[in-house]
């Protein structure tokens, strides 16, 4: 097991036994980790589930993530498009994906649309159920679970990573009508939508393709 290895997996344990989950520190570590190794997205969330929390101190680890944004903005701007040569369709600039601005704006424009897809279910309220989301782990087989509506009996936990768990289960009792249930704290809307559009754009017999 390599140093990376150790670290993510410490991290894990962290999350999972609710160890300084409000403290800023281990968001900012955790997030400049992900970015000297280049998973720049992975690092994105961490920020974002930080400040969800409201991780004290919450001004510097909004500082912290603005920093971030900051250093991605510029390595874009000073080498990415202009190695790529990318112009716009209408002769413009091209995008900064990095930019506060730019995502603000694209979430901004998006929302409206995830909500209408079949699926997605966001939700401010605390779960009222008897069972413990986060004790969901595989022997928590036929615990029933209501979402959006539908009753979800879970078969069990089919993943889980440093946002959510992954659930194999059936909906409203019909065995034949298998789904993945993801849940996911804080949610993360702009996920959703691009798995959906991937869903809508890559044919069936092209996405073995995709590994």
């Known amino acids: 097991m390599d140093s990376s290895s150790d670290h993510e997996s410490i991290y894990r344990e962290i999350e999972q036994n609710k160890i300084c989950l409000f403290n800023s520190l281990l968001y900012e570590t955790y997030a ?11 690092a994105f969330l961490i920020y974002h589930l930080g400040i969800s929390r409201n991780a004290e101190p919450l001004g510097r680890l909004k500082k912290a993530q603005v920093l971030f944004l900051e250093r991605m903005s510029e390595k874009v701007t000073a080498g990415s498009l202009q190695k790529m040569d990318i112009v716009s369709e209408n002769g413009g600039a091209c995008v900064n994906p990095w930019l506060i601005s730019t995502i603000k704006n694209l979430l901004q424009k998006k929302n409206p649309e995830i909500l209408k897809y079949e699926g997605y279910h966001p939700s401010k309220k605390a779960y009222s159920g ?4 986060s004790t969901l782990q595989k022997s928590a087989r036929n615990k029933t679970i209501d979402i959006g509506g539908y009753s979800y009996q879970i078969k069990g936990c089919a993943g889980q990573g440093g946002f959510a768990q ?3 289960a059936c909906c409203d009792g019909n065995p034949d009508e298998v789904v993945a249930l993801k849940i996911q704290k804080p949610a993360f809307p702009w996920e959703f939508y691009i798995y959906r559009q991937l869903d809508m754009r890559i044919p069936g017999k092209e996405r073995l393709s995709f590994g």
């Open 32 to 42: 400049l980790f992900l970015e000297a190794k280049g998973r720049l997205i992975d």
């Open 130 to 133: 008897k069972v413990a989301l």
């Open 166 to 168: 992954v659930f194999k």
